[in-house]
């Protein structure tokens, strides 16, 4: 399923058939101003983040037959502007993240929604407006992570704060980058071991460079940094994919895709090089999600450079997955990954179990309740039956009464 925005149905998508070929599109906002920010689940359904033209949040949950969607924030002044949206899906909220503008400052927010129940946005922090502010991520345990870049007195800096959903609470940042010169456009993607890749690019007095680093889980330690490309040119169109064990840091110049290539967990790096493309003319940024296992263990990525040929083509990634054998290690992960998702579906199940037994309980409590005031009724009722047919005979007895003194009244003057 592809999600765009088109100019006369407004945000939509369209299917992919067995022949690619793209269905029509199919309308599910037409009130709205791109850009706008979209995640899939496990269970296929997607959980969509945009603005409409008064500058309004909305999330819109789709699955298989229903759209629903809900205010998450109203705007305070009728106007629009670049919110930078995203959001993370766990297992029972939905993190909104999002940059509003207030007294000629940039607050990134985070806002949770769970169920229907919509929770007020609390501040990050104040950050920096640029092509790529920040950059979001979230580790096998549900903690997420922010990196976006902020001054340290004299230059900006790249770093980040940890989000612990149990605790519900954001840490202090802690800095990346230490370097004598600006530090901008954080891009990140995390493995299944939760090691964290990140490329950002750093102003030196005559170059730009592309520079990449890691940290492994439990230590906060970062790698030293390897300058990937230097230019005269921003990298403002660059990420950074792991496939198949292979670390890619890409970056786009005229419609060109160029990338140097880590197979040893970044040691070392191929010299960069140009990448053929088949449709470099029609060249697209694409957000790409597969709930396929086989991709899904084999592939990480924000987005990959991409083309609407033949439904559609990747750079990079259909190249090199088609005949690609799965280890034993890739197999032990990708079951391991398994079974922390059916934990997951079975706690979602015992959770929805214990929600639905508190609401018989309640119902049954309801229903007592309402059995015990139905006797009363009934009891009144009764009551009043009987009072009713005492009236009722009383009337009739005073009715024949009157008849009888009648009757005699009219004797008597016969008589």
Known sequence: MNFYSDER???????????NTWSEPISINKNFLPPFYIDMDFEDNFHILFQDKQGNIFYTFLDKSNVNTLQVLKSNVATSYNKYLKL????????????IDHNNSHILAHQTINGKAINPPKVID????????????TDKSGNIYVFYQVSDGKYLQIGFKKYNPNQKIWGEFTPVTRFNGDCQFPKTVIDNKDIISIIYQRKTDKQIELIYQ?????????????IIQTSSYAFNNSSIILLNGNI??????????????????GKTWTKSSKFIFPASKQLLCFSYKSNNPYESDSIYAREIPGSYLNGYKLAFHQNSTNNTSISTDELKSMIVDGMHLLKGNVEDLFEADNSIKESISKIDNMCKTIHKELIKQSVKITYLENEIGKLRSNMKFSEESS????YKIQNSKDE
């Open 88 to 99: 993370i899906v766990s297992r029972n909220t939905i993190n909104i993240f999002f940059i």
């Open 403 to 406: 008849t009888s003194d009648d």
């Open 126 to 137: 104040y950050v920096l407006k640029n092509d790529h502010p920040y950059s979001l991520l």
């Open 9 to 19: 149905y407004g945000l939509c998508y369209s299917t992919l058939s067995k022949r």
């Open 214 to 226: 890691q940290k492994v889980p439990e230590r906060n330690m970062w790698s030293s940094e390897t």
């Open 248 to 265: 890619i840091v890409y970056w786009i110049r005229d419609d060109s895709i160029y990338y140097s290539m880590s197979s040893d967990l």
